[in-house]
């Protein structure tokens, strides 16, 4: 396995640490990169049929207390208090909302975050060196 950071010099630069798989990219570097995307990948994918898990045990925890609090089915619409007959507390919301967004920021740092590449590098040394 090849050392995964390299020291660069130049002479007008201080030694920068480096990605060494950003750099100079061969079959095996590309292969460790494919294999950790993957792995991110299906992290991904059990977190997400977890937090779809919670939310429905969540609805149906929620269904039963509602249907036994307020008397049977909602026929009278929500609210946001308990124990009116036949009006359900709409507090099953608020979790499935913090689910859905902590899966929608999952994915995003799974399919969207890439990692700092070369030219990225080379461009905010370039801003900075002109900033002086």
């Keep these: 396995m ?17 990605d060494s798989r950003l750099v100079a990219p061969d079959e095996q570097q ?4 494919a294999v950790e995307q993957i792995e991110r990948k299906r992290r991904f994918h059990i977190r997400a ?8 045990l ?6 039963i207390t509602e249907y036994n609090n307020a008397g049977g089915w909602p026929t009278s619409g929500f609210s946001q208090s308990s124990s009116i007959p036949h009006k359900w507390n709409s507090w099953i919301i608020y979790p499935l909302v913090a689910l859905a967004l902590g899966v929608a920021i999952d994915a995003w740092h799974t399919y969207r975050h890439r990692p700092i590449s070369e030219s990225e590098i080379r461009r905010e040394m370039d801003r900075l060196r002109g900033a002086h």
């Design 2 to 18: 090849q050392p995964r950071n390299v020291i660069q010099q130049t002479t007008d630069e201080k030694p920068v640490a480096v």
């Design 30 to 33: 590309v292969r460790e990169l």
């Design 49 to 56: 049929f977890s937090a779809a898990a919670v939310s429905v």
């Design 58 to 63: 969540l609805v149906i925890i929620w269904a």
